[in-house]
């Protein structure tokens, strides 16, 4: 065991502070003012300076340093690091002199052979969150996590790790925020004070000691940074926000087109359709099963026909066979992960004995890449990469398996974290190939930090269960505080049988997740919205109309986190990370889909659900009642709804429902405005499917809300909007409160038909009440060009 040492050197050069003890050497940079890197590793190495999680690093600045003897500070307009020399052990605090984080004084960085580990004193009262995909609660203070990607099937409430590696936390000290993101893809550990009440710390298993530390100060600030680093996303087609449905197999292909064509018959919106594993000949990765799927290109054509995209499941195991084409080109080309003796690794999937592509191997993700060229040719639409942890039947590949790494080569305990990752790149670089600046949709269960760049991430094998309904929410929750906008879990749940009351609350929820899919597993219950019988099937065409209604707003919050990084779904931690009640198992669950539209998860069976609103005022979203905050707020619920809510100051916009994302809308915007608050948001259109919008061809406009005025800027890009009229809802405004016809206010009956079809559609009539929602509400409606336009009401 080697702890680092006393600082015996220091010199500033090339932007950065090189450091040396007596056997380590360690660099720190500042790249912005509120982002530092740190390195650490053994004199003879050399600093790693890229990787997968950060391809384009950005470069490093000047420094504003004073040598204090013992000490080094360095200061930007916002955050202060202090460096102590003997030994060397770093303390992040703010310019007021709170610590954020500092390193245990008595262990600091320590080697233990290959392994790495950096302690930081655990700071009174100081809470963990994100890490990506990971079980547990919102605050993971004293527990401690595990990144090594793994087929996690029918995963429990506390099983780690599951599908994807992202080393990247925020913590909370003295109530300020910060973040921390381990730049190192070996298996890496996080204990954040779990099992001592002395330190947390982040350690990994081989590579160096590479770190970023964001100083915040909120959740929004620390993912700007980090993503900035890690990259965000491009938009994604809009008819992957559609609603999607997959299955566990639908085969042959009349099963394909009769679920298809059943959403159009039942009038339930929807836009996209799954191929799983059985759409191949024997589980062969890039075939078409020759009876199930005789005709793919005809399929596709009649899916489109119904406006159904295509998305195709995709494995990375290679079946081994003779004369099967794909197998036998990877052989001559090399493109399989080997033994150290040069022996083709073989692991068992699916298609049997299998070898695995190296998609650390960029030479190998263009030969994948043309393969999926050539489904994009017969149609298909997107990828859905499964088994790319990767999995071998459950097990892990052998350690020893030698991956290429960018030529740099390395063994699987190295590529392991990054396999499933480099396979979406290989899948989304092979797809854009050909599809001359269409978008394609790529959803992986494996990836990395950084992956969010690539692909939508869904959170694999869940149960049919209400735990599993809240625990899908906590981890979407989690992974959007983790640089992943594009997330969801299996709407319904993958294992067991959804019980009627489940699905229906599940697609209530799901309609304000990034990705909407419903998927369930071989053998188990039908799930598709029509499997359960009348009242459910209404119950989701509501949430599923109301998600397509809701699809302006989204849209505008993808673009979002294409600026930014901020996910569309925001824990309430975003806002309200001193309010300590959001903390609490009770209310952990509640995320807002931007900034004011607050879901609050309740199980199946609830009637009652105890529900947390923040500081500020609060409508609930189905009949306009307010409440203040900061409160504890007990609410009926109905079969059919969840307690949602919408806080004063939103501006919300709404579209009528269409059926499929290439349905026209009737263009009129629905601005629903909350008085009582200011408030502002940016509504961003674009065409939806190409990349033009990278070149100017968007509409983008800012909406402000004030006390008696709603001002709508100019449009700004070249795009012309879909919408030519807008109706503001005037919620909560006094002036139109019972104010029928006259002046252009109305009341509001007919037009909402989510509120409609939950007013007249539970039979049981526990709640008669459910008509009077729209009491109180007006709406006034104006033509809308791209020019400014200021209503001031009164
Ligand atoms: O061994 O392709 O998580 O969504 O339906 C199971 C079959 C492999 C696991 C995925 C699941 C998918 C299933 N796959």
Redesign the pocket.
Known sequence: MEIIGDVTLWEFRENALHLTTSHAKMRIAQYNASTFRVQACKTSETFQETSYACPEMPASQEMRLTDLGGKLVAETSFLRLIIQKKPFRLRFETLAGDVLSEDDPGLGIIWEDREVTNYKTLQPGERFFGLGEKTGPLDRAGKQYRNWNTDA?AYGQNTDPLYVSCPFYMGMSHGNMYGIFLHNHWETVFNFGAANDRFSFFQAKGGQLDYFFFGGPKPADILRDYTALTGRIKLPPMWSLGFQQCR?SYYPDTEVLRVAQTFREKNIPADVIYL??HYMQDYKVFTWHDEKFPDPESLIEKLKALNFKVVV?L?PGVKIEKDYPVYEEGLARDVFVKYPDGKPYSGAA?PGWCHFPDFTDAAVRLWWGDHVAGLVKQGVNGFWN??NEPAVWGHHTPNLVGFALEGKTGTHKEAHNIYGMQMSRATKEGAEKVLDGERTFILT?ATFSGGQRDSAVWT??NHATDEHLMLGARLVNSLGLSGFPFTGN?VGG?TGDAARGLYRRWIAHAAFHPLMRA?S?INSRQAEPWSFGEEDLEVARNYISLRYQLLPHLYSLLFEATQNGIPPVRSLLFYYHDEWKIFTEAFENQFLLGQHLMICPVESDAKLARVYLPEGEWYQFLNDATQTGPAEHLTEIQRDTIPIYVKAGAILPLQNTIHHVDEPNDGLLRLHLYFGAEGSYTLYEDDGHTRANESNAFAKRRIDLKADTVHMSGVEGDYKSRFTKVRFYLHGASFSKGNSGGQGIEILKEDFRFLNAISNFDPYEDYPDTAKVVVGLGYLELPLSGNPLTVQLS
């Open positions: 099937y566990y799983d594993i499941i494995d699916w499964d088994m269960r694999g094998d299996d993958f998927h597993m």
